[in-house]
């Protein structure tokens, strides 16, 4: 019990709490999702000069979300410890972004301990249960693993909670550095995620939820303060966003044909419920139902947790759930949630003894194992079939069609596929985004549903040298089913909704068609099966257009 005490407990129960997130991490191996490659091709091209890119010569189109963690990209870019070489043995691709977002984890504790310091004198063992529960769900410790920002976010929000936290039973709300830190705070989860620009609120609330402890105009002044100093960098960066783009919103938004949430959005909050467990979550409910009735001393920080907590479940209905994403967008949502359930649990408890301690630790501990089988199936599901892994892009699409180029002796041409990630990060041809995630125009049309509109523009303005298309994009766009297909191009591999095709006047004779069909039937068919048979391995030390499989 000595590594709870003193000086070390925050520094134990901090990296302890990350060991076990890493541990869990390890299941995943060198897995990326192919959208943190779009972010890295971006990192790669402003890094060497190109600009916000997402190949050298290409469109400046913000075909990214989330600018906080592409300047941490950028940043190892340009000290040579990201997209260099590899980095332990383990390609820095893999090694540099997972372990920012590991570190990001330890971030995210070290605000629950900053927090628990408040209310608790053994914030030790509170931060490393909570950092325990946080390492079992697969939704937080995936998306902290896959290349992706999601711990960053989760750090900006939890430290904005934890000063909050710390500065209630203080009635210290309304002081200057607190607001200016808050306003801060929430300008990171803004220009982390798009949808974290909703956390300027949470300060707020929390001096409306203890005004009556303030001055009105002292609450006035740290709201009105904390507000300018979020907008001051997220104001910029929406200035600069409008100058070089041209839009307010990100390419990826319009992309997605995200609109104006209606009252129905928030139901989607039942999700986080859902995933959580029926049961467990009962039981919270119960927990925090007895500390309000019995009149728990630390109601104000059930309060504040509370609040959080209900804000990152607004937050994440905000977007709503990612399909076959394992709720992407709510990853704040579980640190709030382990550091409220340990509390309630460690209160809970401190108002029995003996056997009815006994029996509320069953109590808790039974409602818990469905959550935790869900949570171990989940794992086993995604770990035997990883999401969108980058490296089966950047072999498939990147190096497998700079194959057909060669075999056709094209030193150019156009690619037009739905994950651009790792296809940009390998390939020598120019992407198409097919989704529309950084390609404006196919974005403006995607978003709008003019779908028809859209193939036009493919198939008659255009005019790809290459096609790749599967589900559930050939059926979202229909280009699989359109009659231009097999009019302009020849099928070179699978078919249906789901296959490789080359534009017909790109191939000088059919001789050298039955080539590519051939190298097709060979290449293309061992990417897939070595792809498939080792989903979460990389794919070489380093990723670079014109490699071939």
Not at 127 to 141: K, N
Not at 162 to 183: D, F, I, Q, S
Not at 221 to 227: D, E, P, Q
């Amino acid at each position: 019990m000595a590594a709870f005490t003193g000086r070390s407990s925050g520094v134990f129960a901090t990296f302890g709490g990350t060991a076990l997130v890493a541990a869990h991490g390890l299941l995943y191996g060198n897995w990326l999702i192919d959208d943190a490659a779009i972010t890295f091709a971006y990192a790669r091209d402003i890094a060497d000069g190109f600009g916000p890119v997402l190949q050298p010569g290409g469109d400046r189109v913000e075909g990214f979300s989330n600018p906080a963690w592409l300047a941490l990209l950028i940043f190892g870019k340009l000290l040579g410890v990201f997209d260099t070489g590899s980095l332990f043995g383990v390609p820095d691709y893999v090694f540099f972004p997972k372990l920012l977002g590991l570190l990001a984890t330890a971030g995210v504790l070290a605000a629950l301990h900053h927090a628990a310091k408040g209310f608790s004198k053994r914030p030790g063992p509170l931060t490393f249960g909570a950092g325990a529960l946080l390492a079992l769900v697969p939704s937080y410790v995936m998306w902290a693993v896959s290349g992706l920002e999601n711990s960053l976010y989760a750090l900006a929000v939890c430290w904005l909670m934890a000063l909050v936290l710390r500065a209630v039973p203080r009635n210290e709300l309304t002081r200057a550095r607190l607001a200016v830190a808050a306003g801060l705070l929430a300008a990171l989860a803004a220009l982390t995620r798009p949808d974290g620009a909703l956390y300027v609120v949470a300060y707020p609330l929390a001096l409306l939820m203890f005004v009556r402890r303030y001055r009105v105009p002292d609450v006035l002044r740290a709201g009105a303060v904390s507000v300018a100093v979020f907008a001051v960098p997220y104001g910029g960066y929406l200035v600069w966003r409008y100058l070089e783009f041209g839009r307010l919103v990100p390419n990826t938004a319009i992309a997605k044909g995200q609109e104006f949430p209606g009252l129905e959005t928030f139901a989607l909050a039942g999700d986080l419920l859902a995933y959580a467990g029926a049961w467990l979550s009962l039981v919270l409910a119960a927990g925090v139902g007895v500390l309000l009735a019995k009149g728990s001393a630390r109601r104000d920080v059930l309060a504040v947790l509370l609040v959080f907590l209900g804000l990152a479940a607004v937050v994440f209905s905000v977007l709503g759930p990612e399909p076959g994403g394992e709720l992407r967008f709510a990853t704040p949502f579980w640190p709030i949630a382990a550091l409220l359930v340990v509390f309630v649990l460690a209160e809970v408890s401190a108002f029995v003894r003996g056997i009815r301690r006994v029996a509320v630790i069953a109590v808790v501990v039974v409602a818990a194992l469905p959550t935790f089988a869900a949570f171990a199936e989940s794992t086993r599901d995604h770990v035997e079939s990883p999401i969108v892994p980058a490296c089966l892009v950047a072999d498939r699409y990147g190096r497998v069609f700079n194959g057909y180029a060669d075999v056709l002796g094209l030193r150019d041409g156009t690619l037009l596929v739905p994950d651009v990630g790792g296809t940009a990060l390998t390939s020598r041809l120019r992407v198409v985004d097919l989704v529309g995630l950084t390609h404006a125009r196919i974005a403006d049309l995607a978003g709008a549903g003019e779908h028809g509109q859209l193939r036009d523009y493919l198939f008659d303005e255009v005019k790809p040298t290459f096609v790749h298309s599967h589900e559930p994009w050939s059926q979202i766009s229909g280009i699989t089913a359109d009659a231009r297909l097999d009019r302009d191009y020849f099928p070179l591999y699978e078919g249906g909704p789901k296959g490789d095709w080359v534009r017909k006047d790109a191939v000088p004779s059919m001789a050298k068609l039955q080539e590519l069909r051939d190298y097709a039937e060979v290449v293309t068919s061992r990417v897939n099966r070595e792809r498939h048979a080792e989903p979460r391995a990389a794919c070489g030390d380093r990723l670079r257009p014109g490699q071939t499989p």
